[in-house]
């Protein structure tokens, strides 16, 4: 499976963006999707994930109220709607797929995406 992340840029404080990760190469409705960043200098971090049904959502506490995340079986393509962005926002996003997985921070993709790059200015 590849997946391809896009829609980061730069924002401000306040705004509203939506990625996407478009998927290819594989049964896209029975891999769990996931959306993690890593901010400069710091770790990995959830973000939040979606099962494959789509009958289960896991949005970190950290962007709860202001992240959301959907999937579009029909398009190949996991969506993180991202609103209220806060400068530390800031990071490279990178979405994940894995068989069956579980919709959790502990989501261990079997997949990966380039990342694309979220910077909120305040």
């Known amino acids: 499976v590849q997946l391809q992340a896009s829609g980061g840029g730069l924002v401000q404080a306040g705004d509203s963006l939506r990625l996407s990760c478009a998927a290819s190469g594989g049964s896209f409705s029975i891999y769990t999707l996931g959306w993690f960043r890593q901010a400069p200098g710091k770790e990995r971090e959830f973000v939040a994930a979606?099962?494959?049904?789509?009958?289960?959502?896991y949005v970190a506490d950290s962007v709860k109220g202001r992240f959301a995340i959907s999937r579009d079986n029909a398009k190949n393509t996991v969506y993180l709607h991202m609103n209220s962005l806060k400068p530390e926002d800031t990071a490279v996003y990178y979405c994940?797929?894995?068989?069956?997985?579980?919709?959790?921070?502990?989501?261990?993709?079997?997949?990966w995406g380039q990342g694309t790059l979220v910077t909120v200015s305040s």
């Open positions: 979606i099962t494959w049904s789509a009958s289960g959502t």
């Open positions: 994940t797929a894995r068989k069956y997985g579980a919709a959790s921070p502990s989501l261990k993709g079997d997949y």
